[in-house]
């Protein structure tokens, strides 16, 4: 199966809630030193639960697409059942098979994600 | 054939479609392993001739010894091929044995040459540095001028992707430290210009040649440089060799390694140059390797290869600016490699579409971020090529860029 399929370029064309958030209690960036992909992840919490996802990001397809494609699934998520998800659960939602070389890029915005969660964590505890 | 010997006149016209790159392309065994391989990541290392791979064996195979340790037939048969190769790198560029330093890589040699001139830098002092840097020559001096109070001038990229290095040297100039040929740009500032203002004020000149010696050579006799490394993977030798030149009048600095066989008395009287500097055990196989791999790339005419080279570079150029959004970064005059970028389309998504055709190019910063900052990009696609290269490999690349225009359309 192709990796640039349907569904991924879709999602870099038109990334789902891209732009972060105003007043949004966690925030991170991370940044894939190999390619140079940027991205930052704003995230808006209550009484355990993610409530609103936003990002920004300067990247390759995979990363922007897998970041769009990784909010979409976490919006509505408790952060109990997010911390239940791994790389290889982010990587199957893509529905592409993501080469060695490209793992990074396609686990970008997961990564970053879990750094805001990390942080708003610990302010939290 | 252009194999010296070959009595045959070949025109400059004529050149590139008389390199015999099919015939030179029977010498490596990979392209016979993978016969639809399109290797254009030669900046980055180089595919290997057989007799490379078998000089290697050899060593393995027949006189498996340690260098410096042993007095048996096999170990003084080592030390005897770690030192013939050392007469033959020094030989071809116009060196003294003794100054010629076998390292890991030519990231080594210039951390060894940074940190060493490294005590010889004062507050104030100055360290020039181009903006074409690999950052195998950036960093290194970022951190001798850490360490010293020295400062690091970076020279800006101009047109064409030239730089001025000459009216950044003045008397605080200590070091100049420069690309002979940029891994991204395929062109360097001009060496003797540069020797010319640096020795009237008494600076260092120290040429990173890891990608220059394989396409335009390097004699040392010729070009009065203070000290150039390189590494031997990229001029069809293993991976794991690197070679550092210093000259004679710089042999007093400090070693970078300590160990064994750098030592001539407790605590700290080392053995002469260059041994002083080779602590540990060599990669003495290695070695075998890239003495057999200079003695290949000799039986070529070093311009002709260049030619040849030249013209592939003119061809992918013309072929890439046809295809819409496409924009060269390296310039017309680039010696082996074209960079470009694909507006809209990450230079990570690019390689992969082309790795997927077969197509084996770099992509990302090129351990150049201060080039690609200047080129205003966050990465950058590379094409490089080497004398096995044909126009073939030119004409999958470009129907592999096609590809991805029309993915990303």
Redesign the interface.
């Known amino acids: 199966m192709d990796?640039?399929g349907e569904i991924i370029?879709d999602h870099f064309k038109h990334p789902r809630q891209s732009g972060l958030i105003n007043g949004a209690e966690a925030i991170a960036d991370d940044l894939n030193p190999?390619?140079?992909?940027?991205v930052k992840i704003s995230l808006k919490i209550a009484d355990g639960k993610i409530e609103g996802f936003g990002f920004e990001g300067?990247?390759?397809?995979?990363s922007v697409a897998s970041t769009s494609i990784l909010g979409e699934q976490l919006v509505g998520m408790t952060l109990a059942d997010f911390e239940k998800m791994n790389n290889e659960e982010v990587l199957t939602k893509l529905g592409v098979p993501i080469?060695p070389?490209?793992i990074k890029?396609a686990l970008l915005g997961y990564s970053c994600t879990k750094k805001a969660i990390t942080v708003y964590k610990h302010s939290h505890e | 054939m252009q194999k010296k010997g070959n009595e045959a006149k070949i025109s400059p016209v004529l050149a590139y479609t008389m390199f015999d790159w099919k015939n030179v392309k029977k010498d490596f065994p990979i392209f016979e392993k993978r016969p639809d391989l399109v290797f254009l990541d030669n900046a980055s290392t180089t595919q290997k001739p057989l007799v490379v791979l078998d000089a290697e064996r050899d060593f393995y195979l027949k006189s498996n010894a340690n260098v410096h340790r042993g007095v048996y037939e096999i170990a003084a048969k080592a030390d005897q091929l770690y030192e013939q190769v050392r007469t033959e790198i020094a030989e071809w560029i116009g060196a003294k044995p003794e100054e010629i330093i076998f390292t890991k890589n030519a990231t080594e040699a210039a951390n060894l040459i940074a940190n060493g001139l490294a005590t010889t830098l004062g507050v104030d002092d100055e360290i020039v540095v181009t903006e074409l840097e690999h950052h195998a020559n950036f960093l290194p001096w970022l951190e001798a001028a850490k360490r010293s109070g020295a400062i690091v001038k970076i020279t800006k990229l101009g047109v064409n992707g030239g730089t001025d290095v000459v009216s950044e040297i003045n008397e605080k100039t200590k070091i100049v430290a420069v690309t002979q040929m940029s891994n991204v740009m395929g062109i360097g500032p001009d060496i003797n210009e540069i020797l010319m203002a640096a020795k009237k004020v008494g600076a260092k000149v120290i040429l990173d040649s890891a990608q220059g010696i394989v396409h335009s050579g390097l004699r040392v006799d010729q070009h009065k440089i203070d000290a150039a490394f390189f590494t031997g993977h990229k001029l069809f030798g293993p991976m794991g060799t690197g070679i550092l030149f210093l000259r004679s009048e710089l042999s007093g600095i400090n070693p970078l390694l300590f160990g064994g066989g750098m030592i001539k008395e407790l605590p700290d009287q080392w053995l002469d140059t260059p041994h002083k500097f080779e602590a540990g055990t060599p990669n003495v196989a290695g070695l075998a390797g890239l003495s057999a791999a200079i003695k290949y790339l000799r039986q070529f005419d070093v311009k002709e290869i260049a030619e040849h080279e030249r013209s592939l570079v003119k061809m992918a150029r013309e072929e890439l600016l046809k295809i819409e959004d496409v924009r060269l970064l390296s310039p017309q005059n680039a010696t082996s490699m074209v960079s470009f970028v694909i507006e809209g389309v990450h230079s990570h998504d690019i390689a992969s579409i082309l790795g997927e055709e077969g197509v084996c190019i770099r992509a990302g910063h090129h351990c150049a971020k201060p080039l690609m900052n200047a080129l205003g990009v966050t990465a950058s696609t590379r094409v490089s090529f080497a004398m096995y290269n044909g126009p073939e490999d030119v004409e999958k690349l470009i129907s592999a860029v096609k590809k991805v225009k029309e993915i990303f359309t």
């Open positions: 990796i640039y370029l190999l390619c140079g992909d940027k300067d990247g390759c397809a995979i080469s070389g490209r890029c």
